[in-house]
């Protein structure tokens, strides 16, 4: 029963320890890559609206020539590139 015991404790608790340290790690990078695409989304989205409200608030004479005022479809096209 010893020779076991020592066997475990000299390999098996090792490899464990190892095994979970590396899963441990690679769960970590796997969230922090998700937690900064979702902040590089939140980002984009934030000028995305900044856009759409700035072409909103222009008056007639400022505002680009394919853009009807008052028309927030004509906005959002225009903030798309489009």
Request: charge should be positive; charged fraction near 20%.
């Amino acid at each position: 029963m010893s020779k076991a015991r020592d066997l475990v404790n000299g390999h098996l608790f090792p490899v464990l320890a190892l095994v979970s340290t590396g899963t441990l790690i690679g769960i970590f990078l796997q969230l922090d890559a998700a937690l900064s695409n979702d902040a590089q989304r939140s980002q984009q989205a934030k000028n995305f609206n900044d856009c759409v409200s700035t072409m909103m608030s222009l008056k007639k004479d400022e505002a680009p020539k394919t853009l009807e005022r008052g028309v927030k479809a004509m906005a959002v096209r225009y903030c798309n590139g489009g």
